[in-house]
């Protein structure tokens, strides 16, 4: 395909009209397509190469452009945003099912072993507990574009390594929600802006020091009991999150 000319700007614009006339550039573009090396964009649009590389780094960070070293950015595959809202636990999986759209596991690591100290605060145990538990980690893609990096704390006596089998679908809250006698009752989500480290960096496909989701879980049952503390990373972009609030009374 033929990559469409940004409509040029001539002299210095504010940032917000750099963002606009790269927005209509990509709009006419197809998923795949290669935009054009900075120092010829820049010059077209009539700004710096500093003013442009900021601007296609928002683009990036939003999921709508993907930058791959000594090769140059090119534009991202456009899927659905996965919409939910944070009064109900779902899991990815069934998120993704609901729009029609396919996911993959991948950089699935899973491992019984003895509870960190911050890993028990995170199950509400004391820290001088000896606990078991299975850790599971792994990546979700959706249409093959990696969207969020998960990590389950479980203690050994909810989950296990053997009950990860071949149908395992990447959700450890489903595998949970099939253990009737649990009664699972709430789910305590604390939500921050995080800058990528390069571990998660690497795992999803985005530059150091984007900006992440950071949701960090634990699942209670009725009685009150942590059996799940998760933390994971989500890639802003593919994710819309809404919460419907009660209006308090005068």
């Known amino acids: 395909m033929t990559v469409p000319e940004p409509a040029a700007l001539h002299i210095q614009q504010p940032y917000e009209q750099v963002e606009g006339a790269i927005t209509t550039m990509i709009e006419a573009m197809q998923p795949g397509d290669q935009l054009p090396a900075e120092p010829k964009l820049a010059k077209c649009l009539g700004v710096s190469r500093a003013t442009l590389r900021e601007v296609l780094r928002t683009f990036v960070e939003r999921g709508i452009l993907v930058r791959r070293q000594g090769v140059g950015t090119f534009v991202a595959s456009r899927i659905p945003t996965l919409e ?30 003895q509870a960190t100290p911050s890993e028990l605060a995170g199950l509400g145990l004391p820290e001088t507990q000896a606990v078991e538990v299975l850790v599971v980690d792994r990546v979700v893609s ?3 574009e990696p969207v969020a990096d998960l990590r389950d704390v479980v203690p050994l006596t909810y989950l296990r390594q053997t009950d990860l089998d071949e149908t395992f679908n990447g959700s450890v809250l489903d595998l949970l929600l099939k253990r009737n006698h649990l009664m699972l009752s709430t789910s305590r989500t604390e939500i921050v802006a995080e800058e990528a480290e390069a571990h998660n960096a690497a795992r999803l496909n985005v530059k150091r020091g984007a900006a992440l989701l950071k949701f960090t879980a634990q699942l209670y049952t009725y009685d009150e009991k942590v059996v799940d503390y998760s933390t994971s990373y989500f890639v802003p972009g593919h994710y819309k999150f809404h919460v419907m609030r009660r209006v308090q009374g005068t």
Not at 91 to 105: K, P, V
């Open 142 to 144: 959706v249409e093959d």
């Open 84 to 113: 939910a809202g944070l009064e109900v636990l779902e899991s990815l999986d069934h998120m993704a099912q609901r729009l029609g759209l396919t996911t993959e596991i991948t950089h699935l690591k899973s491992v019984e072993r």
